[in-house]
């Protein structure tokens, strides 16, 4: 049979889609699996080979469960608000939804090209009214809990694309769209409180089948950390502020505090500070920076202290300076912190270049050239003086502090309420309306969803107001409580809040009474198997195991964990080992591939790469030994006849079927395929295959190159869909050779190798050994003294 993939792959993408053999059947007696992957920003440059790699992996498990019995939910989506779409519409006039139609086309055409097994009668797509109507709904039931709140916050502020960035779109000062200067401004920010999950969010990671390296980062992301708070007061005033430290009992060697250049403390008391012109050109130069300049460690120390504030150790009485610091943020623990130099480098540095005490208070290390992070006897410390042992000297510490009243034992996070709003038009608008008799009042479920008003103008204003704030029709409104006049809400989620539980509204996507079934989900939920990129296993994950812990703790949800299984891949590089970029002009089109070699090649070619989860440069040279191995496979048609099982090839099919099974389970798509070559090769070698061996064989291969084996399928007058067939399964006694290969030493040394049944007795074994042509000539004149004989492995003569 001729690999003709222009005209076999559209057939069976068009016979899959008739049939509907993809689609999910709910509640089934089946048992279910569920395979998700992170549905795509629908983008105008389509999709590119990033995609199918990070598609591929539980592609090819969702069609091997398919033939192992499973009743398979494998759905995508699109998760399409966002600001690269609106940046789109501004420059164009086109409006934000009609380019995300047209790109979720241009998208979904391309997907079906590749011959993805999704289910397409699930497709959700974020920014459509009857899916955002249940993202406002559950913002909503989080407001009634009192997880929603709102507070001022310093932002990343582009003046020119007049809009708030995350820190990740403004590094180096720099706006990542337009590279104008970012500033820092004070504006009011909608939060989340997903501090209040956090202990949920670390111990459920206990429960959950997620790579180390993927658990790691959400641990760190949330930073737990186990201290004290504690309270010193001001200098000569009725009024104290409060410290977090994780090395309390370092107190006694506090020589100084540090508080943000933006902390109230400083306006309350501006009248009586000596040098606030320099504090206010300081504070002036730290709102050009990102949150990420001001905290990272590796840079120049700079602070002013303050001239007219002091506070006082709640320990010894004694006054400290209190500097501020582009280090210490507001946003971090409670924007204030208190300065141990000898036993921290940040401290140690800021302490040497303005001349600060450093007192050490653990025993160790030379304080005149560095800090001293390591533990030792406690110094300098009055009652701590002498213990050794650092949870001691912390418990005695916090003792202490509880009974003076100045501190308690504390916990904190480094993970920060979730900033929820954005001054966009192309997002979810925000279900609240400010009344100025009422406040802040929820609009009523029944008048969800709250739809994006119609606009021919995406402008922000120009002080960074959304876009909404200026349209009178959608602003001006009736407060739900009192019915007086009231003003709608105008900023708009962030992308994130679509992507946070996607994967509940695909198991229900049509329900207009409910974000999903309550029976479908028990069926459905947990999701088996969560592919996607590194990028995303901490915010996004978090997120949406945040909002799934909530909807659990409202009875919506039936687990805790959304995901019970999470893995990733790795990119794919340029030819030239870069990352693909336009710019460097080493970007790989898929469409391309598919068009020249066909999509089975594209999508064996992603998978034999390299290892899954690594960065791999792509190799026209490989993509083409791929097309070459399926020409050989549609090859095998020619040489096909008659029933049953090849004797010398029985044992290497049954070897075959093992490893690609398994090493399908475990992500080692390479070697799967790299086995079922090897099998190939001993086909030819042979130059026979019986139909049911070809039968296996392309059932092995189907997950991977469904197309051509589909057609090898129907050529040999399969019934149905060979997507559908039944796995191969395997006998472990068949996998084991009938004979292997030993080496024979005399006297330890080397001197021929003989093919010995497998686990044949020691008897066998040397009556073989001796006869060998090369082992006679050593053995004449010689007594045999000695045999040492290791099954399957070694023969040993010693001889004199």
């Known amino acids: 049979m001729k690999h003709d993939f222009k005209k076999i792959e559209p057939k069976w993408q068009k016979k899959w889609d008739e049939a509907g053999i993809f689609q999910a059947v709910d509640n089934d007696e ?104 249940w993202t406002q709904w559950i913002f909503l039931k989080m407001f009634e809990k009192g997880l929603v709140f709102r507070d001022t916050a310093l932002v990343n502020y582009c003046p020119s694309c007049k809009v708030v960035l995350s820190n990740e779109d403004s590094q180096g000062g720099k706006c990542d769209i337009c590279h104008s200067d970012i500033v820092q401004k004070s504006k009011s920010v909608w939060f989340l409180r997903i501090t209040e999950y956090a202990d949920k969010l670390l111990n459920g990671l206990d429960t959950v089948d997620y790579l180390p390296n993927i658990k790691q980062q959400q641990v760190n992301w949330i930073g737990k950390s186990e201290g004290a708070f504690v309270d010193f007061s001001l200098a000569d005033k009725d009024e104290s502020f409060r410290i977090y430290t994780t090395r309390p009992d370092t107190l006694f060697g506090v020589t100084f505090m540090v508080i943000a250049p933006e902390h109230p403390m400083i306006d309350k008391y501006a009248d009586e500070i000596a040098n606030m012109d320099a504090i206010k050109a300081y504070r002036e130069e730290c709102a050009k920076k990102t949150e990420f300049e001001r905290t990272q460690l590796v840079k120049e120390k700079t602070g002013v202290c303050i001239d007219g504030l002091n506070a006082v150790h709640p320990l010894t009485g004694k006054k400290i300076p209190i500097y501020i610091a582009d280090y210490v943020m507001m946003g971090y623990g409670t924007g204030a912190i208190m300065a141990v130099p000898a036993h921290d480098d940040r ?157 509940l509204r695909y198991i229900d996507p049509h329900n207009q009474e409910a974000l999903a079934d309550p029976e479908k989900l028990k069926y459905w939920m947990p999701v088996d198997w969560y592919n996607g990129g590194m990028e995303h296993v901490t915010r996004h994950m978090i997120y949406s195991r945040f909002w799934h812990h909530f909807l659990y703790d409202m009875g919506m949800v039936n687990t805790e964990e959304p995901y019970a299984k999470r893995t990733a891949q790795g990119l794919i590089l340029g030819p030239d080992g870069d990352k693909m970029s336009k710019s460097k ?212 003569l010693v001889i004199k």
């Not at 089946?30 to 983008?43: D, H, I, T, W």
């Not at 090819?60 to 789109?88: H, Q, W």
């Not at 139609?101 to 011959?115: E, H, T, W």
């Open 30 to 133: 089946r048992p279910k699996f569920y395979g998700l992957v992170e549905f795509p920003y629908p983008s105008g440059a389509g999709m590119h080979v990033g995609h199918i790699k990070a598609y591929s992996s539980l592609e090819v498990i969702s069609r091997k469960r398919r033939m192992e019995g499973y009743n398979v939910l494998f759905p995508i989506g699109f998760d399409a608000f966002g600001l690269p779409t609106e940046n789109y519409a501004i420059k164009t006039g086109v409006h934000p939804r009609k380019i995300t139609d047209d790109n979720i086309a241009r998208f979904s055409n391309q997907l079906k090209k590749v011959g993805f097994s999704f289910d397409w009668s699930r497709v959700v797509d974020t920014t459509d009214e009857d899916y955002y109507k």
């Open 585 to 796: 002009g080493n970007v790989v089109d898929p469409l391309d591939v598919v068009e020249e070699f066909g999509a089975d090649v594209l999508r064996t070619y992603v998978l034999f790469m390299g290892d899954y989860g690594a960065a791999t440069p792509w190799s026209d040279s490989s993509v083409k030994g791929c097309k070459r191995f399926l020409e050989r496979v549609a090859g095998l048609c020619e040489i096909a006849s008659g029933e049953g099982a090849t004797p010398e090839l029985e044992t290497a099919f049954h070897k075959t079927i093992k490893k690609v099974s398994n090493d399908l389970e475990e992500m080692k798509f390479n070697t799967a395929i790299a086995a079922l070559m090897g099998l190939l090769n001993d086909i030819y070698a042979k130059g026979q295959i019986t139909k049911d061996e070809l039968i296996i064989y392309i059932k092995l291969l189907c997950p991977i190159a469904p197309h051509v084996c589909e057609e090898i399928w129907e050529s040999l007058g399969g019934t149905g869909f060979l997507s559908m067939a039944k796995w191969p399964v395997y006998d472990e006694a068949k996998t084991m050779d009938s004979t292997v290969e030993v080496g024979v030493q005399v006297n330890g040394k080397l001197r021929s190798v003989v093919a010995l049944p497998a686990n044949c007795d020691k008897e066998e074994a040397f009556a073989i050994a001796v006869k060998d042509e090369k082992i006679v000539p050593l053995l004449e004149g010689k007594t045999i003294v000695k045999e040492i004989y290791v099954p399957n492995k070694i023969v040993n």
């Open 347 to 503: 401290d140690y540095e800021f302490a040497r270049k303005f001349g600060i005490d450093i007192v050490p208070v653990i025993e160790g290390g030379d304080i005149t050239e560095a800090a001293y992070a390591g533990d030792g006897k406690m110094i300098n410390s009055d009652f701590l003086n002498g213990l050794t042992n650092k949870k001691d000297s912390i418990a005695r510490m916090v003792k202490e502090l509880e009974k003076l009243g100045v501190g308690e034992a504390g916990v904190q996070y480094k993970m920060k309420d979730w900033a929820f709003n954005r001054q966009r038009y192309w997002g979810e608008p925000i279900p609240i309306v400010h009344c100025p008799d009422c406040g802040v009042v929820p609009v009523p479920y029944e008048e969800l969803p709250l739809r994006l008003p119609k606009v021919d103008n995406f402008e922000p204003g120009q002080e960074g107001e959304s876009p909404l704030a200026g349209i009178e029709s959608f602003v001006n409104c009736t407060c739900p409580k009192c019915k007086g006049a009231a003003k709608r809400e105008t900023d708009t989620m962030p992308q994130w809040a679509g992507s946070s539980w996607y994967f």
